[in-house]
């Protein structure tokens, strides 16, 4: 099915430990992003990338890196985990930048626990 | 800054009733409103998307509408069924405090249950 696909869905990582966030879309889309929600909380822009080989700062981006390879992948890096790292991380992308035309599609989520 | 407000936090209603959901922001300025439906442990599904020089959408039971110069959008859902049981997002684009970026800034949803 076409759609985003996330990978882990769940993880836990020790502090200090590193890990990358998978994220590939087959909807040939050319803008993604990665969103972190917190409990009671909206989701938080963390880094987004409007084409392969350009990324950028969203809202919250401290303690994360991103690259974008190709258009299908964008990975979002965790070098020193901390536990304010603990969190649902989302991966979207758009036809349109920021969803201006059609709207966003999300994947289905990586839930991560910092100890 | 945009802030994005949805009412009521927590809605529980008998199966077959007719709802609404209501959703505020704060800077008329949109391109577009989304509603999202996220269910326990999953990712967000679009719902519905208005753009702003729409006043509503309608697919099958549900129907979003918005009122971009009062800042409101409310979701209707009809004949409600426990399937619906979910939280419900609304999300508005527009942009950023500097002016030159696109923005997507999230309410922090509606939590519905449908009792049968």
């Known amino acids: 099915n076409a759609g985003v696909t996330q990978t882990p869905k769940f993880r836990i990582l020790k502090i200090g430990q590193s890990m990358t966030l998978q994220c590939t879309q087959d909807m040939n889309h050319n803008y993604m992003y990665w969103y972190r929600q917190d409990p009671g909380m909206g989701l938080k822009l963390i880094y987004y990338?409007?084409?392969?080989?350009?990324?950028d700062k969203g809202e919250v981006p401290n303690g994360y890196n991103v690259s974008r390879s190709t258009t299908e992948d964008f990975p979002l890096r965790l070098e020193l985990a901390a536990p304010s790292q603990t969190s649902v991380y989302f991966c979207a992308s758009s036809y349109s930048v920021h969803g201006t035309g059609f709207g966003y599609t999300f994947g289905s989520g990586t839930r991560l626990t910092v100890v | 800054k945009q802030e994005v407000t949805q009412i009521p936090a927590a809605l529980s209603v008998p199966e077959g009733e007719n709802l609404v959901l209501n959703c505020s922001f704060t800077d008329s300025a949109i391109y577009n409103l989304q509603w999202f439906r996220q269910d326990p442990g999953k990712g967000l599904t679009s719902l519905l998307l208005?753009?702003?020089?729409?006043r509503e959408q309608t697919s099958g039971r549900l129907n979003a509408s918005l009122d971009k110069s009062s800042g409101r959008s409310t979701l209707y859902i009809a004949a409600s069924q426990p399937g619906d049981s979910a939280t419900y997002l609304c999300a508005v684009t527009g942009v950023d405090s500097g002016g030159s970026n696109y923005k997507l800034t999230f309410g922090k949803g509606t939590l519905l249950t449908v009792n049968p």
């Open positions: 208005i753009q702003s020089s729409q």
């Open positions: 990338s409007v084409g392969a080989g350009i990324t």
